[in-house]
């Protein structure tokens, strides 16, 4: 069974201060990673989809990486408005098309 | 370009009711997948549908049940409503089942059950 795990569960960061956020997985075979932003009263916002070991994308102060166990979501220099819940979702490879999704990080950006 | 429309936002229902939600996909995106957050188990998949066949179903009970029309607009039905059944319920769409881009949620229904 697939199985998606994040951490910290809270983060509570100063503005500019980098960090990171881990999802650590364990799926059959990968057939891809997701990342989702989400506001609270609001859905998911996607942000990358990660597809195999060695893979990075990144979007403004956004950067991920993945390896063959888990993902990193690095934040560089953060604002206030990065402030949000960032959740990390699998989707395995075979007929299913389900996200299996984790906790998620609860991520707050102080002024 | 208009995104994932949910309707209603917000629904109170009565335990023992059913209930009905609906969702109006991105014009082009012919997959629809439903999931259930709480706070508890944070988001669930329900089923996904795609040319009006539901092609996966999660570990949800019967009284969960979905449909997709034509128009690839989807529907999803709650009987005998259960207080375990507040939820924020999502629906999320994308171009085909093939493809790996990210799916585009909706904003959701807050359901909420007396």
């Known amino acids: 069974e697939d199985q998606v795990t994040q951490s910290p569960e809270a983060l509570r960061l100063q503005e500019g201060e980098s960090s990171s956020l881990n999802c650590s997985y364990t799926?059959?075979?990968?057939?891809?990673l997701f990342w989702y932003r989400q506001d609270p009263g609001k859905g998911p916002e996607f942000l990358f989809t990660?597809?195999?070991a060695g893979e990075e994308k990144e979007k403004e102060r956004l950067k991920a990486t993945l390896t063959k166990k888990e993902s990193f979501l690095h934040i560089t220099a953060p604002k206030p408005e990065d402030s949000a819940t960032y959740l990390c979702?699998?989707?395995?490879?075979?007929?299913?098309?389900?996200?299996?999704f984790g906790s998620g990080t609860r991520l707050q950006v102080q002024p | 370009k208009a995104g994932v429309t949910q309707t209603p936002r917000y629904l109170i229902k009565t335990r023992g009711q059913q209930v009905t939600l609906s969702c109006s996909p991105i014009s082009g995106h012919r997959s629809v997948s439903w999931y259930q957050q709480t706070p508890g188990q944070g988001l669930q998949f329900l089923f996904e549908?795609?040319?009006?066949?539901?092609?996966n179903k999660g570990n949800f009970p019967g009284r969960f049940s979905g449909r997709q029309f034509s128009n690839s607009r989807s529907e999803m039905n709650v009987s005998t409503l259960e207080l375990g059944d507040s939820a924020l319920y999502l629906c999320a769409s994308r171009r085909t089942r093939d493809t790996t881009d990210g799916y585009t949620f909706g904003s959701g229904t807050r359901l909420t059950v007396v």
């Open positions: 549908y795609f040319s009006e066949t539901q092609r």
């Open positions: 979702a699998v989707q395995e490879t075979g007929g299913r098309r389900a996200l299996t």
């Open positions: 990660l597809y195999s």
């Open positions: 799926v059959s075979g990968l057939r891809g």
